[in-house]
């Protein structure tokens, strides 16, 4: 399987605290994407970074990239209550049109 | 906005029975996808279109079949439902092959129980 493999799988952390979750990968990809998942909704896309970038920030999203490793990481910081959802990292696959998930992080923001 | 619309949000259907969930999406994608999702085993990719009356296998396709006849309308079809596939699926669209506006645009889900 091509799927993405997520860690922590389930992360729970006081509101203003900073999380940081990981994604790892086995294929070449074009890019690497986040995507938040309230419970029992679709996904809503976070933020992208292609192949090429190291590193890219939106408000209080900071994702990192390396292709060397084959792994991102998602930091939040600043939690808050509202924060809490599942959060998948989305790759599309080199050469192909394919998109695949991670399994998910579960983070819960204890107020 | 994108809006990526699936037919039903709560679906019981039974053993055997042909069944057939709907997407379509209204911002002239190229690429549509359909997804299962269940607990402990994220996101698995079934089918996708990266072009009218186009498809691949995703990693899990056996048991499913898809359609596409319009580019707006992607449909995912249970030949003869189980109960392991009582799931959420989850259809998704977005652009071709640009490296801009790549993200994925998902529909709310259908969560499919088969008795």
């Known amino acids: 399987s091509q799927q993405g493999e997520e860690d922590p799988q389930a992360l729970s952390i006081q509101e203003g605290e900073n999380a940081t979750m990981n994604c790892s990968y086995k294929?070449?990809?074009?890019?690497l994407q986040w995507y938040r998942q309230n419970s029992g909704r679709g996904l809503v896309h976070l933020i992208l970074?292609?192949?090429?970038?190291r590193e890219k920030h939106s408000g209080r999203l900071r994702v990192t990239l390396d292709t060397s490793k084959k792994s991102s990481s998602l930091l939040i910081t600043a939690s808050r209550a509202a924060d809490t959802a599942s959060y998948f990292c989305?790759?599309?696959?080199?050469?192909?049109?394919?998109?695949?998930f991670g399994q998910g992080t579960r983070l819960t923001i204890n107020p | 906005d994108v809006k990526v619309t699936q037919s039903s949000r709560y679906l019981v259907k039974r053993t055997g029975e042909k069944v057939f969930l709907e997407c379509v999406q209204d911002?002239?994608?190229?690429?549509m996808f359909w997804y299962r999702q269940d607990p402990g085993l994220g996101l698995r990719l079934i089918y996708f279109?990266?072009?009218?009356?186009?498809?691949e296998k995703g990693d899990i396709p056996e048991g499913y079949s898809v359609s596409r006849e319009k580019k707006e309308r992607f449909s995912l079809i249970l030949e003869s439902a189980s109960t392991n596939q009582t799931s959420m699926y989850l259809c998704?669209?977005?652009?071709?092959?640009?490296?801009?506006?790549?993200?994925?645009?998902f529909g709310q889900g259908t969560r499919l129980t088969v008795v």
């Open positions: 998704a669209s977005s652009l071709g092959t640009s490296w801009e506006g790549t993200e994925a645009f």
């Open positions: 911002m002239d994608h190229e690429n």
């Open positions: 279109s990266y072009d009218v009356k186009m498809k």
């Open positions: 294929t070449s990809i074009n890019n």
């Open positions: 970074i292609r192949s090429n970038e």
């Open positions: 989305g790759f599309r696959i080199q050469g192909a049109q394919k998109l695949v």
